[in-house]
């Protein structure tokens, strides 16, 4: 086994932070500038929460309402996942002729770019060993190694794999080793232990190291952020300020509640699992539950941006080697001087400047500010907005009073539907409620549910929704007689809507397919380019067994497959409910009987055969023409060409049977006369071998004619085939 030696992050790296002084000394204050008289300090006004609409996409709408006078500055916290969202989406209206005249937030710079500042080169998530990497060169004191305290420059760390003292197998450990040089040059090679621990002894290092792990801890916290923005205008005035911001998913339960004498309806309550994990309270605010997912997504806004710049080298010229030249012929030395006393002087060897293609600027980069001649800064921030929800509400479940009718309303836009609560609702931060939604008696019928596909009975409620609300999807419980009797889930019900809503198992009632069975009646014949096809009407039936073994009498619904294609119910069965692909017939069942049910459906079916000559099909055609007797002046030249064609190839099988023997006997023939060669014995051989060659080639003669006239044979009933022409219609007999 092959065990990694860790190499004790910073626990063996000894830093005495504390004691050592900063790395550069503070710069001494300049003088103050004389200034005017500063403004007292504008007073922060706060923005409550007025209006919450949830979403079930995880997005939330919020709506801060509330006045200002004059030049106000307002106050909003949101958390750092929250920041995305609501630069992407925040809306801000003065509604008394007032402007905006900034938005401010706390931001921070990128972990990444700030490091990038620190000369360590370290990353976000070092190893020890790249921290032992990044202090190369520098002195350092090692203590806990033999020989005591060591102090050098560190030259390097290595890993190396060794064998396990003592151990029979081929167990392996990694060790890690520390080289250093010492002042007087000795060079020692130290093992990293937990004993071990070593220290810069430079005091700039030491401070590097310090803002290293103090930017690490800062990527932890999680605080608030604070959100600025600056309504000029005269007068007293209201300022709404909207956005949408990632929330936890609302949910649905519901209780049905069965009165303990039936009378047909049960109570249906509704409740809305709300959680409240942003950075504000809601005080009485006006609640809406949207059940729908408009599209919304995350874009990281609330991060700077660093955008890439390409890298341009330098450009350099090519350095000049030594170069010999080649002489001229003495031929051409006259008209080479000729040319040098007429011509500018000519360089051998041309020198190529190397010239760097100068790329495009880059684009504009960073935040843009905010024009105008007054910028306010921004402050420093502990974290960054990372765009997704973190926080999960953890605090209490506040059930509300009895809801009565027009405490919640409902309203349907483009593919939602909303409840939006009248009164309105207190839930503070990190705080969930929940909150009625309906209660209302509406028509409710115990059934016992049963389809082939799951098997075993269940208990169901069939639930009305005579309600002015649409049921959204969530858990049920169901409470017959002060007792629960089991839980569910259902779909969105609308109104009007009729739900089954299955809660357990019903183990009193037992339902199987006692029979089966089809008829085909053949009411169409077409016969097109060798393509016969078939069009019957097909009746088929299943019979259902039900067994009631309960006390109690029991409405069975029975599930049973529907087909789309032209079907439908035979006889006078009517069902109790259709669904697209579902017929459900209730079976009503006494206590400790046995029923039946049999559902019959009328329906066409088609069938498709190709002829061909390869295949003999007269079984088929013969079994065609005693259902479609009409058929028989078109089919019997087939059938009489097939019967032919199948003459011929018993014929042709028994030549090549008759071949094959005649070949055996050849071959017996002349192994003989092999054997008995000079002997008299042969000349019988001799007569017997020419008798068998005859035979042999007579064979060869009959199945090669055999062969040409089931070629012809088999063309002609191929033109047969698609010469027939042939549309006949039972209804037309009669």
């Not at 609409?53 to 006045?67: D, M, P, R, S």
């Not at 290293?212 to 990527?219: G, P, Q, R």
């Not at 949207?290 to 890439?308: C, E, H, M």
């Not at 059938?639 to 070949?663: F, V």
Request: glycine share 8%; with cysteine; proline share 6%.
């Amino acid at each position: 086994m092959r065990r990694i030696f860790a190499v004790f992050c910073f626990v063996a790296f000894t830093l005495p932070l504390a004691a050592q002084p900063p790395a550069t000394p503070p710069a001494k204050p300049k003088a103050a500038a004389p200034q005017a008289q500063p403004a007292p300090p504008q007073v922060v006004k706060d923005l409550p929460v007025r209006k919450v609409a949830l979403y079930k996409n995880g997005v939330g709408y919020f709506e801060h309402a509330g006045t200002v006078q004059g030049n106000q500055r307002v106050a909003i916290d949101f958390t750092s996942p929250q920041l995305n969202d609501v630069l992407q989406s925040l809306t801000v209206l003065d509604e008394g002729g007032g402007r905006i005249g900034g938005v401010n937030y706390n931001s921070t710079t990128p972990l990444a770019e700030q490091l990038k500042s620190l000369s360590l080169g370290m990353t976000e998530d070092p190893s020890s060993t790249e921290l032992f990497q990044a202090l190369r060169g520098q002195r350092v004191e090692v203590a806990g190694a033999p020989g005591g305290v060591i102090t050098g420059r560190l030259m390097s760390i290595e890993s190396r794999t060794e064998k396990v003292p003592g151990s029979d197998t081929d167990t392996t450990i990694d060790k890690f080793y520390l080289t250093l040089v010492a002042s007087s040059g000795a060079v020692r090679v130290v093992e990293l232990t937990p004993a071990l621990s070593v220290r810069p002894l430079d005091a700039n290092l030491q401070g590097q190291l310090d803002r290293y792990l103090e930017l690490l801890s800062t990527t932890h916290a999680n605080g608030l952020r604070h959100l600025t923005l600056d309504a000029i205008g005269q007068g007293q005035r209201e300022l709404r300020v909207s956005y949408i911001s990632e929330v936890p998913v609302w949910k649905s339960t519901y209780r049905i509640v069965f009165p303990r004498t039936p009378n047909g309806s049960a109570i249906v309550q509704g409740w809305a699992v709300v959680d409240n994990t942003v950075g504000a309270d809601w005080d009485s605010v006006q609640l809406s539950l949207v059940a729908g997912a408009p599209q919304s997504f995350i874009q990281p806004l609330s991060q700077p941006l660093y955008t890439r710049r390409p890298e341009i080298p330098i450009a350099t010229s090519e350095e000049i080697t030594p170069q010999t030249h080649e002489a001229a012929d003495e031929g051409d030395k006259s008209e080479m001087l000729n040319n040098q006393l007429t011509a500018p002087t000519r360089i051998p060897h041309t020198i190529q400047m190397v010239e760097a293609k100068q790329a495009p600027p880059p684009a504009a980069f960073g935040v843009a500010g905010i024009e105008g001649p007054e910028r306010r800064g921004t402050g420093s921030g502990s974290g960054y907005g990372a765009g997704s929800g973190g926080n999960v509400g953890g605090g209490i479940f506040r059930p509300s009073n009895a809801i009565q009718e027009g405490d919640v309303s409902t309203s349907a836009f483009d593919d939602f539907f909303e409840y939006a609560l009248t009164q309105p609702v207190t839930i503070h931060k990190n705080e969930s409620a929940m909150v009625p939604i309906l209660q209302q008696e509406l028509p409710a019928e115990h059934v016992t549910l049963w389809s082939e596909k799951e098997g075993k009975p269940l208990r169901a409620v069939w639930l009305e929704n005579k309600s002015k609300l649409t049921l959204d999807s969530g858990s049920f419980s169901i409470f017959e007689s002060g007792e629960f009797a089991g839980e569910g889930l259902l779909d969105p019900i609308h109104p009007g809507e009729k739900r089954l809503l299955s809660y357990a198992t019903d183990q009193a009632v037992r339902v199987k397919v006692a029979d089966r069975d089809i008829r085909r009646t053949l009411h169409h014949v077409q016969i097109r380019e060798g393509s016969v096809v078939e069009t019957t009407m097909n009746i088929a039936s299943v019979t259902y067994s039900a067994t009631n073994s309960a006390d109690l009498d029991r409405d069975v619904l029975i599930e049973h497959s529907r087909a789309n294609n032209g079907w439908m119910l035979d006889g006078d069965l009517k069902a109790a409910e259709t669904t697209p692909n579902l017929y459900r017939f209730k079976l009503p069942m006494a206590a400790h009987s046995t029923a039946t049910l049999e559902v019959r459906e009328r329906g066409p079916a088609t069938t498709r055969v190709t002829l061909n000559a390869n295949r003999n099909q007269t079984g088929y055609l013969l079994d065609l023409v005693k259902r479609a007797p009409d058929a028989l002046d078109k089919l019997k030249p087939v059938i009489d060409a097939e019967t032919a064609l199948a003459d011929l190839d018993r014929r042709i099988a028994e030549s090549k049977k008759t071949e094959e023997s005649a070949a055996a006997d050849e071959a017996r023939d002349r192994d003989n006369l092999t054997a008995l060669k000079g002997n008299e014995a042969a000349k019988r051989f001799v007569e017997e071998l020419n008798r068998a060659e005859d035979q042999l080639q007579a064979a060869q003669k009959q199945t090669a004619e055999l062969e040409q006239l089931k070629k012809a044979a088999v063309e002609k009933l191929n033109e047969l085939i698609a010469g027939i022409s042939f549309d006949w219609d039972v209804k037309a007999e009669k």
